[in-house]
């Protein structure tokens, strides 16, 4: 084939979106080439970053798990045939979005403190959101359930209603036909939806360090440490959450739904 | 058995209104229409995947209105199949068995039993993703009729298919209808596949069916100038028909006369005004020269085009309106007719239906 010049306006677009890559590739490879072999191997001696990387995957964890188990169904019911406040319904879950982390800490605190009619009735019954690890996972779970329930309700969405219709008519109630048909296709794209609602819960930082400041998770520790004892402090765990990022960036792209609809 | 009766369904904007008719058990029923006629709507309906908003689905005997898609016994077969991607071919078949009563055993037979009939033994074991047409069609239809189901419904399932494929598939859905003795109820857009197929056809136009009967019936005699025009098999003239003789017989018919333009057509008629001459292609008989005979009607004519269809050629007349003739290809090759033939186009007068 002869060899034909590339057009110039996509050399022009090449440029571009160069410099925007290297903007967000940069300093993420710059950090992981601050990762000395003596450091890092200090960083997992460290007890208390120890404590804050378990405390943030199990409260990840936790909260993906909770976000899973409410979000789903409701992503499935946001996904299927219209009903009245379906929209509304859906931007309410949306709107942890749009709204900055630090603001959604102050309405958590406010909504689940122990002054609040709710705070104070789950205080009763020993369930304790302020400095507390629950508030961690309840802001976990507010910032990463748009994510969940989104991508959750794209994943069944996507699924031709034919194959439900096929399924009943081969003598599956609604309930068999979700079981062996509906979450089988949509499993991928769940899967999906969640990994990156756990990175994005394991990634929260704002609204934790409002409703729980203590005990401390990764992303606050990475604070505390930088502003108590400045930049180099702040560096191996900051590559430690890093890594953990990365890890599951890839077990999301591996997860993307490639079963043909 | 499938009856319809009277049903009313409402989709969106579009509606299905009073729509009826039966197909007898083991029957071969074929619903058509054009594009948004609602012909996808009446299978949704009888499979319970529409709701009604009044009339009654009776299905064997038994009224299946309220009763849900999984225990109404219908198998459908869609236009694109609909298999299952998560699942092979032989699970895609056995899917419907998980309810029988079935041993494991009997449902594999079950599966080896349609796979064999639709030639579908090498490929049981392969994923649906990558199946041609034909093979995704019959993995369909094998899937649906595994539970043996006491109805069948077909939603255009030849409609994507090339001609060959389509020609051999018609074949087995055929002898698989004869050995299963389902009641099926096919969609088509296509008259000729209702005439192969059908035991019974109904024409749909706007959510409603405009005329029903059996395929033959339709073809000879359709009863509006849409049903003529949409089956195709007619040629179809506005005109006035005016009447110059006395009623005579029980359906009080009389001698008329229909005009249109420059034409004039001897007919009969049992009204007066405007109404539309359907007059089949093959009703009407060409020749070089006038002839004599009971025949009424002498046009002059003109080739414009022939077109031929097989072992029939179909000639393109200019009579004073536009005309279709049907002759076998071995007269047209005989007669020499080519485009600017100048001819005569005869056609009795009981050969023309006034509707």
Known sequence: MPFRPPDRSNLIFAFLGAILVVFVAGPLLYLLLRAEPGTLGQAFTDRELMASISLTLLAATAATLLGALLGVPLAYLLAGRPFPGRTLIQGLVELPIVIPHPVAGIALLLFLGRHSAVGGALGKIGLEFVSHVPGIVAAMLFVSVPILVSGSREAFAGIDPHLARAARSLGDSPARCFRRVTLPLASRGILAAVSLAWARAVSEFGAIVILTYNPKVTSVLIFDRFTSFGLEAAIPPAIILLVIALAMFGLIRFLQPTIPQ | ?355
């Open chain 2, 1 to 355: 058995m499938i009856r319809l009766e009277g049903i009313e369904v409402r989709l969106g904007q579009f509606a299905l209104r009073d729509v009826s008719f039966e197909i007898p058990p083991a029957g071969y029923g074929l619903l058509i229409g054009p594009t948004g006629s609602g012909k996808t709507s009446v299978l949704e309906a009888i499979a319970g995947h529409a709701p009604l908003r009044g009339g009654r689905i009776v299905l064997h005997g038994k009224d299946v209105t309220a009763v849900p898609p999984e225990r109404r016994g219908v198998g459908v077969v869609y236009q694109q199949n609909n298999l299952f991607p998560h699942l092979s071919v032989a699970e895609n078949i056995r899917y419907g068995l998980a309810h029988s009563d079935l041993s494991e055993a009997d449902q594999r037979a079950r599966v080896g039993e349609l796979a064999d009939s639709l030639g579908l033994d090498h490929i049981l074991g392969r994923g649906v993703a990558n199946l041609s047409g034909g093979e995704a069609q019959r993995v369909g239809l094998a899937r649906a009729l595994a539970p043996r189901p006491s109805v069948l419904l077909l939603d255009e399932p030849f409609a994507s298919l090339d001609p060959a494929t389509r020609f051999t598939l018609r074949q087995q859905l055929l002898d698989l209808h004869r050995q299963e003795g389902v009641t099926t109820l096919q969609v088509t857009h296509d008259f000729q596949e209702a005439l192969q197929l059908g035991n019974l056809v109904a024409v749909m136009s706007e959510g409603r069916i405009v005329q029903h009967g059996r395929p033959e019936e339709v073809f000879r005699h359709p009863n509006s100038s849409f049903v003529a025009r949409f089956i195709g098999a007619a040629n179809v003239i506005e005109g006035i028909v005016t009447r110059v003789g006395d009623a005579e017989g029980a359906d009080r018919q009389f001698a008329a006369r229909f005009s249109a333009g420059s034409v004039t057509l001897d007919v009969i008629a049992d009204r007066e005004g405007l109404l539309n001459a359907v007059i089949h292609p093959e009703d009407i008989v060409l020749n070089h020269r006038p002839t004599g005979g009971s025949a009424r009607n002498q046009l002059p004519a003109t080739v414009t085009a022939v077109e031929l269809a097989g072992p029939v050629t179909y000639i393109h007349l200019d009579a004073g309106w536009p005309l279709r003739a049907a002759v076998t290809s071995a007269s047209a090759e005989a007669m020499g007719l080519a485009a600017g033939v100048a001819l005569f186009a005869t056609v009795k007068a009981t050969a023309i239906r006034l509707v």
